[in-house]
């Protein structure tokens, strides 16, 4: 075991010490530096990749469920738009913000924004339908602007800007991992084209011939999105890296 | 049978004199009832003990101080300190606040508390606490502002002062909490550690001044010949023995907050809890007052032109001001010591320092006479 | 790219007898139609959309929408080319035995092979049949010995079960190995699954066939039953001993000859020819020792592992069982061999 022994310090060093604290302590009082952020007048700025409100954009969507089923907490529910296709729905209620949801989702249909200040009346307000996801929330703001304070490393001096915030970022379409859907047991194959009717992007063809049906998925096409891997009824397709 | 004619000679004959209130005073002097009244409020040993430096203008630092501190130590760790309850004033009435919530909050006595000495302890306390203004002389030399004279003045202060643990002690062992006990203990341990080197300190000043007559103490700082400067290490210890006696934040050892929540009061709420909360500054400010009569010249300072008498006491309270400023700012400045550094420095650095200055005062005596 | 994985595969697929039609209505028309099914549900078992289920004979209810047309349900048929089986079979072993753990029917073997299994870790799940208050059975997946608490699990029902549309899940969860405890003609299904699909063949470990002359429709039974007054809510037991059916309440018992159950014998056990689950690991029943033990035909090695390990830990007693006895329904069984095609 190591033990931390404390620093031996001679009385002159001490109270060169004391003298020293007592002293910034003193220049402080008389010429202060400040980090707060008086929160409703004013906002910290956020980074970009902020954890925010999720916002959803219904024409880049698949409804490959990705983010139902990546979600830890169980928040995103797919519901079925009056079209027949599955859009996401979220519970704040249950969210975490780890916006797996948003890493995940290959269309780049989830987006994060910066909005962090939503208030609910209750729980059930916090289910938040697909069609609440679209546009951000209305809310009533008291800052004009962001503050932020960037500490100089070499003299530790405080500098405070200021600056208008957009709370919605522009993000560049996820790309997320590049996965690809093969399958690992072709001999359990039953040969029932169900991927091949779940598939969106046309990716996975069967080929009837006599006493054979000859399945193929195309990887180019295939998008990844894991519908296929999902409905499986023998489970043999996997998603692998590209 | 009191001589009446006798008594208003002696308070007339005793007045404060502030020639630039006098016009304002003389008309209010002559009616009848009035006049006895403003009379015996400009009684001078009246005046020093209600107004300044006694219980008025103590209640108006209680006020303040408190703000004083908490914005500075705020600025000291860039933040902005009590704001929000008025931010035109910087929040200057927060104390009033706090005060108010603490007076309609409800005292929650619990069942294994001893009932008559938990409520009785908070205001027991106050005794020793104030009795020591009694004896505070706010003048300067040959113009003495105290309420009693007395040759044992300071021997009566340093024993009323040391009476303030016993409270505390007993204000812990009523609560009947095992905070409020690690507290109380603590409490006892750094009692000793810091009330030998303060008396020894107190007696190196008697010895030094020849007498512990407040009057006299005054009158030998004449001129820039302060206490701090005759014994600059006496000072020192002394003020390293106030921080202690009144747990101020490197010693802040019986009411740590993070391990054992505010030690012996840990059980009081309500009004109990705001008076717990203000005794501290009380002794506070009557420790730093005892500093500024023993070692900073008492109210000597450059006269004000017409205040007359009033000048000494305000130089006094400044003075008073500016040793609760620098006690506060340590709270900004050090992090609490253990008790076992605490009592290494009381039993340690403090008693050498403290004998060292006992030692220094007889040598000064020795080379006066 | 993952070397694992493949992007192209081919399955081959059995030939139509009916070129036009989907592949269910070649089994229908080759099999149920033609009352060769013995609803051991097999085609269910393997069915990726879930659909064929055993109302009132094996049905596919809207199978002109659902049907994948995939072939899997001819494929795993054990009755679409028929080779009726008979005799005793191959066996390593014929022995009596009496668990010492589990109270039964008779020695109540069957409990006893499958948990015995799961303690030697050959298997972590077998599927046994409980029934409800009115005899409806149910599938419980075991998992622990602990589950065997239910009373309900032991006895024979003489109803068929659904248990190979269970076994889909079973397999789907399962770690180590499934065992299943089936009817002559489910154990067929099973070993046409484990031939057409690798997935069946690695995940079924132990399959444990029971004797059987014949079972019964659920519905067909508890009518027949209740004209002969038997209730229901008071049932205990039911049993077939030296040609008599005895269904033991707790307030006395109904007797009946046998051969008066064949009024509703079902068509599928009309043609069914095997009597002692001829394709199983290890077949079990009643016939063929004393009373209070069960005859345990042991087929294959696997089997002789956990009878080996049942002798070790000595959870059972064993005895003597007499092949010769089971001559007598064996014949009965083979007889029906004429059945076939009417």
């Not at chain 1, 990749?49 to 954009?57: S, T």
């Not at chain 1, 907490?73 to 913000?97: H, Q, V």
């Not at chain 3, 077949?283 to 090695?301: D, L």
Request: with cysteine; net charge neutral.
């Amino acid at each position: 075991m190591k033990k931390v022994a404390t620093p031996e310090y001679d009385i002159k060093d001490k109270l060169k010490h004391h003298v020293s604290a007592l002293s910034t302590a003193a220049k402080e009082v008389v010429m202060p530096l400040n980090v707060t952020t008086q929160y409703p007048r004013e906002r910290r700025k956020m980074p970009d990749c902020f954890r925010g409100y999720i916002l959803f954009d219904p024409e880049r969507c698949i409804s490959c469920f990705q983010c139902s089923f990546v979600c830890p907490a169980n928040a995103i529910w797919m519901k079925e738009a009056p079209s027949g296709r599955y859009y996401p729905t979220l519970d704040y209620g249950k969210c975490i913000f780890c916006h797996f949801c948003v890493d995940t989702c290959p269309g780049g249909a989830l987006k994060q924004t910066k909005i962090h200040d939503v208030a609910y009346k209750d729980m059930d307000e916090m289910f938040t339908l697909t069609e609440e996801m679209i546009e951000p929330p209305e809310i009533i703001r008291e800052d004009e602007g962001y503050v932020d304070y960037v500490i100089d490393k070499e003299d530790l001096s405080l500098k405070r800007t200021k600056g208008i915030d957009k709370l919605i970022v522009d993000v560049a379409p996820s790309q997320g991992v590049p996965l690809v859907s093969l399958c690992v047991e072709p001999e359990n194959c039953l040969g029932c084209g169900i991927c091949e009717g779940m598939c969106e992007s046309g990716a996975v063809s069967s080929l009837k011939e006599d006493g054979m049906v000859r399945m193929k998925i195309d990887v180019d096409k295939c998008t990844g999105c894991g519908l296929c891997v999902k409905e499986c009824p023998m489970q043999i397709l996997r998603l692998f890296r590209e | 049978m009191i001589d009446i004619n006798a008594l208003i000679s002696t308070i007339m004959n005793n007045q404060v004199n502030i020639p630039l209130l006098q016009p304002l005073l003389d008309p209010l002097l002559g009616m009848p009832v009035i006049g006895y009244i403003i009379a015996l409020i400009l009684w001078k040993p009246f005046f020093v003990l209600i107004l300044i430096p006694g219980f008025a203008t103590m209640g108006i630092m209680l006020l303040i101080l408190p703000w004083i501190e908490r914005k500075m130590v705020g600025r000291m760790q860039w933040r902005v300190g009590p704001r929000e309850i008025s931010p035109h004033t910087r929040g200057i009435i927060q104390l009033l606040a706090d005060s108010l919530r603490f007076l309609f909050q409800e005292v929650i006595i619990h069942k294994d508390a001893h009932k008559l000495y938990f409520l009785q302890f908070p205001f027991l306390y106050f005794i020793p606490v104030l009795l020591p203004l009694l004896f505070i002389n706010a003048g300067t030399a040959g113009n003495p502002l105290v309420p009693i004279q007395t040759d044992y003045a300071l021997q009566i202060m340093v024993a009323l002062i040391s009476l303030m643990p016993v409270f505390i002690l007993g204000v812990g062992w009523a609560s009947n909490n095992r905070f409020s006990f690690i507290g109380t203990v603590r409490e006892a341990f750094l009692y000793f550690a810091y009330e030998i080197p303060f008396i020894v300190v107190i007696l190196a000043m008697i010895v030094l001044y020849g007498t512990s007559n407040t009057v006299g103490v005054i009158d030998k700082q004449s001129g820039v010949w302060w206490g701090i400067i005759q014994n600059p290490l006496a000072a020192l210890t002394f003020f390293i023995a106030t921080v202690m006696a009144t747990a101020r934040l490197p010693f802040e050892i019986p009411e740590a907050d993070q391990e054992v929540s505010f030690g012996p009061f840990v059980e009081y709420s309500g009004i109990a809890f705001g008076l717990a909360y203000v005794m501290g500054y009380e002794k506070m400010y009557v420790l730093s007052a005892i500093m500024t009569m023993l070692f900073l010249g008492g109210g000597s300072g450059p006269v004000i032109p017409g205040l007359g008498d009033l000048s000494y006491g305000i130089w006094f309270v400044i003075k008073t001001l500016i040793v609760l400023v620098v006690m506060a700012n340590l709270r900004g400045v050090y992090p609490r010591y253990r008790l076992d550094q605490g009592l290494r420095i009381g039993w340690g650095a403090m008693l050498i320092l403290a004998l060292i200055a006992l030692g220094w005062s007889i040598v000064v005596m020795g080379v006066r006479l | 790219m993952a070397a694992i994985g493949k992007s192209e595969w081919e399955v081959k697929i059995p030939e139509k007898t009916l070129k036009e039609k989907l592949y269910f209505e070649n089994l229908k028309a080759t099999v149920i139609d033609t009352k060769l099914c013995s609803r051991c549900l097999t085609c269910a078992c393997v069915c990726p959309v879930d659909g064929i289920i055993a109302i009132d004979g094996v049905e596919f209810p809207n199978y002109e929408e659902e049907c994948t047309d995939c072939s899997a349900c001819v494929k795993v048929c054990p009755r679409f080319v028929y080779e009726p089986k008979s005799g005793l079979g191959s066996y390593i072993e014929f022995i009596a035995g009496q668990s010492k753990r589990f109270k039964g029917q008779d020695g109540a073997m069957v409990t006893e092979l499958i948990v015995s299994a799961i303690e030697m870790g050959m298997i972590d799940r077998g599927l046994f049949v409980g029934r409800d208050e009115d005899w409806v059975t149910e599938i419980f997946h075991v998992r622990d010995i602990e589950q065997l608490e239910i009373p309900t699990l032991g006895g024979t029902k003489y109803t068929f079960a659904r248990v190979l549309p269970e076994l889909k899940k079973a397999v789907r969860f399962t770690k180590k190995g499934v065992g299943v405890v089936g009817t002559p003609c489910m154990v067929s299904g099973v070993r046409k699954l484990q031939q057409e699909f690798p997935l069946f063949r690695e995940k079924i470990k132990l399959v444990v066939g029971l004797f059987c002359t014949e079972n019964f429709h659920y519905d067909e039974l508890t009518k027949y039953l209740k004209e002969k007054g038997v209730d229901f809510s008071k049932l205990i037991k039911t049993d077939i001993t030296m040609g008599k059916f005895i269904a033991t309440m707790t307030d006395g018992e109904v007797k009946f000859k046998v051969r008066a159950l064949e009024e509703i014998l079902p068509s599928g056990c009309n043609v069914c020819t095997d009597f002692t689950a001829v394709e199983s690991d290890t077949s079990v029943g009643s016939v063929g020792s004393a009373a209070g033990f069960s005859t345990v035909v042991v087929r294959e090695e696997n089997a002789k592992k956990i009878i080996d390990f049942i002798k070790k830990k000595g959870y059972a007693d064993f005895g003597e069982a007499k092949p010769e006895e089971l001559g007598f329904l064996i014949g009965h069984k083979k007889k029906r061999e004429e059945n076939i095609g009417k």
